[in-house]
């Protein structure tokens, strides 16, 4: 074994896992924690794992994440027992791995959080999507999350990260970039950075939509899984049907409308955030269609009529909150998203904000499907 093994193997060790430890090995591209899979066996079985490092840098509380997310799986697995007979599908949830000690994670010598959690069996995560059909699963399984979740005391969560999706936030700390002496140059030097400024500017009073809507009551928090991309949604390799939603550690009390917009923007957008080629960004609506039909079936036990009236204006938002993000952080030179170029995060935003351009364009055709699937 290399030093780097060796270390995760004692690492490993320190979670009540039977059996003898045959490898560990980093998977995933995942943006935040380090993530390994660790295989462990014995005479008649194979068990695997997944150990992970929590990112302190964007978690900066990480005995809080487990404290949610002990609370969110002790909850759903009562849960799926409960009703397990009766649902079409095996549906499933990650389960924590305690320490030898009875503890849910691991601090290691440099204070490094540590965790080990079961791992999704025979099922895949996909980075793009395979079609309308895939579409409508991962929308099941996320209108599924949503209701298994419907019923929890979201006072008892922790917000990992506060601020999170508050787009008008999102908003003052752009027009702060743009008073800066650096975030004004940046936007003088291109001319295509100021085209993004006027989209920007054209869509200031739409910002606050879904926090007004909150603040009259129209809205109510639940619990939202804060991350919903198509890469989060395990699709059953052998039935094809999605099976559970993974990457828990932003769950927190929010709108089900953010996941909603946010699972659309990333599904219906085949060309993917790191198209050079504008003209391909598209929003499609066969993809759309699908996923409001599995997620819209899914979700007749907790949606209200109010509920589904917001959904449209949150695809608009979020989609347009990622490109603005992406735009400050290009403006603030690039100190928060990774880039492999000066120019990333400028095309990421541009990238965008066609996606929404593309979806406002689509209203009508979106709120028709909408009310279809109602």
């Given at each position: 074994?290399?030093?780097?093994?060796?270390?995760?193997?004692?690492?490993?060790?320190?979670?009540?896992?039977?059996?003898?430890?045959?490898?560990?090995?980093?998977?995933?591209?995942?943006?935040?924690?380090?993530?390994?899979?660790?295989?462990?066996?014995?005479?008649?079985?194979?068990?695997?794992?997944?150990?992970?490092?929590?990112?302190?840098?964007?978690?900066?509380?990480?005995?809080?994440?487990?404290?949610?997310?002990?609370?969110?799986?002790?909850?759903?697995?009562e849960k799926l027992e409960r009703e397990a007979d009766g649902a079409d599908r095996v549906w499933q949830m990650p389960k924590i791995i305690q320490t030898w000690e009875g503890e849910d994670f691991y601090t290691g010598i440099d204070g490094s959080?540590?965790?080990?959690?079961?791992?999704?069996?025979?099922?895949?995560?996909?980075?793009?999507?395979?079609?309308?059909?895939?579409?409508?699963?991962?929308?099941?399984?996320?209108?599924?999350?949503?209701?298994?979740?419907?019923?929890?005391?979201?006072?008892?969560?922790?917000?990992?990260?506060?601020?999170?999706?508050?787009?008008?936030?999102?908003?003052?700390?752009?027009?702060?970039?743009?008073?800066?002496?650096?975030?004004?140059?940046?936007?003088?030097?291109?001319?295509?950075?100021?085209?993004?400024?006027?989209?920007?500017?054209?869509?200031?009073?739409?910002?606050?939509?879904?926090?007004?809507?909150?603040?009259?009551?129209?809205?109510?928090?639940?619990?939202?899984?804060?991350?919903?991309?198509?890469?989060?949604?395990?699709?059953?390799?052998?039935?094809g049907k999605g099976t559970a939603m993974i990457d828990l550690d932003t769950v927190s009390p929010g709108l089900v409308q953010y996941d909603f917009g946010d699972a659309v923007r990333s599904i219906c957008n085949p060309a993917g955030e790191e198209e050079l080629n504008l003209n391909r960004v598209v929003f499609d609506m066969d993809l759309f269609e699908a996923f409001a039909r599995g997620y819209l079936a899914q979700a007749?036990?907790?949606?209200?009529?109010?509920?589904?009236?917001?959904?449209?204006?949150?695809v608009r938002l979020i989609t347009f909150e990622l490109g603005l993000r992406f735009f400050q952080d290009y403006l603030a030179g690039s100190v928060y998203f990774k880039t492999r170029s000066a120019e990333q995060n400028l095309n990421r935003a541009r990238v965008q904000f066609r996606l929404c351009e593309s979806i406002e364009s689509r209203e009508r055709m979106i709120r028709a499907v909408l009310e279809k699937h109602d």
């Open positions: 074994m290399t030093q780097d093994s060796l270390e995760l193997s004692v690492l490993v060790h320190k979670f009540a896992i039977k059996g003898r430890l045959v490898t560990v090995f980093p998977v995933g591209g995942g943006n935040i924690n380090d993530t390994y899979i660790a295989i462990f066996r014995n005479t008649f079985e194979e068990q695997q794992v997944i150990l992970q490092r929590i990112n302190a840098n964007v978690f900066a509380n990480p005995r809080k994440i487990m404290e949610n997310l002990h609370y969110i799986t002790q909850h759903s697995h959080c540590w965790r080990v959690i079961t791992k999704i069996p025979s099922a895949t995560a996909f980075d793009k999507p395979q079609g309308p059909e895939h579409a409508g699963e991962c929308g099941a399984a996320l209108a599924h999350f949503h209701s298994l979740l419907s019923d929890l005391d979201i006072s008892r969560l922790h917000d990992p990260l506060p601020g999170f999706h508050i787009t008008p936030g999102y908003l003052e700390k752009y027009d702060a970039t743009v008073d800066s002496e650096a975030g004004r140059r940046r936007l003088n030097a291109s001319m295509e950075a100021r085209r993004l400024a006027k989209i920007i500017d054209d869509r200031r009073d739409f910002v606050p939509v879904l926090q007004k809507a909150i603040a009259d009551g129209s809205l109510k928090k639940r619990v939202m899984h804060g991350d919903p991309k198509i890469n989060n949604i395990m699709i059953d390799d052998f039935t007749r036990d907790f949606l209200t009529e109010t509920d589904r009236h917001y959904l449209f204006p949150a």
